[in-house]
Every structure is written in C-alpha cells, then in structure tokens.
C-alpha cells in the first residue's frame, strides 16, 4: 500500500484497538497531556508482544521543550536501548540547541545507538528555527522521517510547508504530517501536501469503569483511547484516495 497511518498508543487496550481496525504502525508514548514522554519498559515489552504491525516508541524524557542536559540524554540513550531489547521497529525523539537549531551532536549519538532502528524526529521540529536547513541536518544524521504539523498548530494550518518540504525532500526522507489529522481532513491532506504517511492520535476521552468514587476526592479519572472508527475510517480514506490515483 503506498499510504500508511501511524497511531499513537498511550495504552496497551488503544494499539490493539489501531492495530485491529487498520493502522500500520503505532507510536508508542505515555503522558498525553505533555505531549508524549517515554513509556515505560513493562508498556514497550508488553506492547510488542500485542503487535504484528510496526512499534515505535517515543524517546523523550519529560515534557516542555527539547533542550535536554547531558543528564537527560544519558536516560535517553538508556531507553533506546530497552527499544532494541525488546524488538521495536524504531524510535521517535528530537532535541534542539537554545537557539531553535537541531542538535546535531546529540542527534547523531541517538541514531548511532539506535541502529538498526529507525528514527523519526519528532515535532520538535515545529520549533526549530530554519526548518528546511533543519530538514536538510536531520537527513544527515540519518533519520528516516520526520513528523511535523507545518511548524503551526495542526497540520491543515501547516499544509503548505508541509508541500514544500515533501518537494525539497525528493524522497531522502519521509515527511509526514501530524496534528489535528482526522478522517474528515486526511485525504485533503494528503492532496495538498503529497505527503504518503500520515500521524493521528484517533483520540477520544474514555471514561473510568469504577463503580465507586470518593466523594471528598476531585480528581478526574478517564483516559485518553482510540476512536476504532476513527482508525477504520482513515484508512477508508486513504484507500479510497489510492484506488482513485490508480484507477486514473
């Protein structure tokens, strides 16, 4: 198939749900609300004996921007490492310089200890400064793809440097859009940018299945899941756009 729907796993129940309605490959991650930190490793092992599809596993060690200590990226290195252990396809992550540029020392050091998983460098890339000389160090460092929304809030706002990525790119590496990607915009989205992979979180909010709650307690207990038709019509989507450019 020459399009692919990635979808992100913040529990073990959401990627056996992607995974049985159609995704291709999950991106494994925990703590939503930051934005995606790294799983732990009883989620990674216990996820990659659920799947039969693609597993890769998000490598950020906290929330907030991707300025990371030596301190930080030693934990980062350590978690690649349970990555490859436990037989995932590849890792997401990125780190920047203070100065919005890719951090090419550290960058470097993370695909030379992931090999041979790939690696995806994350939307951190909406923050770097220059984003196609971000693109063209990147490429150099050998990633194999970068998600990105278009260095704006979702991806539709983005979609016009998200083209113009795609076109600089020339398929040395994959650039594929994330944020905001629903069954109600991918084809669009793919159409306008040409992109061939894309990122969704298919999200919905899932409520606790407790019968009993402390009244006195006011903490709020649903979880974030996947949407099953949500994933199932994506891929609907996209199937639809490929049969129609095949027929043509």
Excluded: W
Aim: charged share 25%; proline share 3%.
């Amino acid at each position: 198939m020459i399009y692919k729907l990635e979808v992100i796993g913040f529990n073990i129940s959401s990627c056996i749900k992607a995974q049985l309605y159609g995704a291709h490959r999950i991106e494994l991650c925990d703590n939503p609300s930051e934005g995606g930190t790294t799983p732990s490793a009883g989620f990674i092992e216990g996820a990659r004996k659920k799947l039969q599809i693609e597993l890769n596993v998000m490598i950020r060690p906290r929330g907030g921007d991707f300025l990371y200590t030596d301190e930080e990226f030693e934990i980062m290195k350590k978690d690649v490492m349970i990555c490859k252990q436990s037989g995932c396809d590849g890792i997401v992550t990125g780190m920047l310089t203070a100065d919005g540029e890719v951090n090419k020392r550290q960058l470097s050091k993370i695909v030379e200890a992931a090999y041979p998983l790939s690696v995806t460098f994350h939307r951190a890339f909406d923050h770097a400064m220059n984003p196609f000389q971000a693109m063209e160090e990147i490429i150099a460092a050998g990633c194999s793809t970068i998600l990105t929304s278009g260095q704006m809030p979702d991806a539709m706002e983005g979609a016009t440097l998200i083209e113009q990525l795609v076109r600089q790119a020339d398929d040395r590496i994959i650039i594929m859009p994330g944020s905001g990607v629903r069954a109600s915009n991918i084809r669009s989205l793919a159409t306008k940018t040409r992109a061939r992979e894309f990122h969704s979180s298919a999200r919905k909010q899932v409520e606790s299945r407790m019968n009993y709650f402390n009244p006195n307690m006011k903490e709020i207990h649903s979880t974030y899941g996947v949407d099953k038709l949500e994933v199932r019509t994506m891929i609907d989507e996209l199937n639809h756009l490929f049969r129609n450019q095949h027929e043509d």
